[in-house]
């Protein structure tokens, strides 16, 4: 076991503990989860304390989400990523495939169409823009979304790997989110990253339960438990089941 390397805090309360005191800086982890699990939150949490607590800009890009609805969601939390984007320690990006205007693609969605395309446009636009503003971080929400375009898992695969390469080479950490249910077959993106981080929303009894658990981290010792997550006026906190009654 490598301990040797330089460690990336999460920001997210409780979690370093259980990886060994950080993320391994520069490489790529999949947050999975179902939606409504908090994999957003969490991605948005790495970045805003990223770039607020330890000084590492970020870059978050979204495929699926309007930018003003996810600020507006992070008010609640207390964080302002506008105060941020105004000092160029965050940048977000809004990459949504579908929100090509007709007039500018054609009708036939040539853009995506192409099996080589989605990953290549979108490491060329994380590349500049991690450039433009030097950031340590990037979010990627969703590679899910970038997977629907390709008929071919080999391409999907090359796409995914080339990106991931890129990403690690360029010397950021970054977070990449799948939507994931138990019942489905194993996405091709765990396969091709150095960790998986899996958030569960489970009833128990009457309510909605939120858990997080680390699955694999490559090279790091890490707890295999899964850990109570509670979500409340600033952000995400993961609990110690041990240390609760």
């Known amino acids: 076991m490598d301990y040797t390397y330089s460690k990336v805090k999460t920001g997210i309360p409780g979690l370093d503990s259980i990886i060994s005191g950080g993320l391994k800086k520069d490489r790529s ?7 409504g699990s908090g994999k957003t939150t969490f991605g948005l949490q790495f970045l805003y304390s990223g770039a607020r607590d330890f000084d ?80 340590k971080r990037v979010v990627i929400d969703s590679v899910t ?4 375009q390709y008929l071919d898992k080999f391409y999907m695969r090359q796409g995914l790997q080339g990106m991931i390469q890129a990403l690690e080479n360029y010397g950021v950490t970054s977070l990449i989110i799948s939507e994931h249910s138990e019942n489905n077959e194993i996405p091709l993106e765990w396969f ?28 790091i010792k890490h707890s295999q438990q899964i850990h109570p997550i509670v979500l409340d006026g600033d952000g995400m906190h993961i609990q110690h089941p041990r240390l609760t009654p």
């Not at 495939?97 to 693609?105: G, L, N, S, Y």
């Not at 080589?116 to 994380?126: A, G």
């Not at 489970?202 to 997080?212: H, P, Q, Y």
Request: aromatic share 6%; glycine share 6%; net charge negative.
């Open 29 to 35: 982890i999949i947050i999975s989860g179902p939606p």
């Open 56 to 135: 590492e800009p970020g870059v978050y890009i979204t495929m699926s989400q309007n930018i003003d609805e996810i600020k507006n969601d992070c008010k609640s939390f207390g964080w302002d990523f506008d105060d941020l984007i105004n000092k160029d320690k965050i940048m977000m990006i809004d990459a949504r495939p579908f929100k090509i205007q007709d007039e500018i693609i054609g009708k036939d969605d040539s853009l995506y169409r192409g099996e080589q395309m989605p990953f290549e446009h979108l490491t060329k636009l994380l590349l500049s823009s991690i450039k433009r503003i030097e950031a």
């Open 145 to 148: 979304i970038l997977a629907m």
């Open 192 to 219: 091709v990253t150095s960790g998986i981080i899996q958030l569960r929303h489970t009833r128990k009894e009457d309510t909605m339960e939120r858990t997080i658990q680390v699955t694999k981290m490559r090279g």
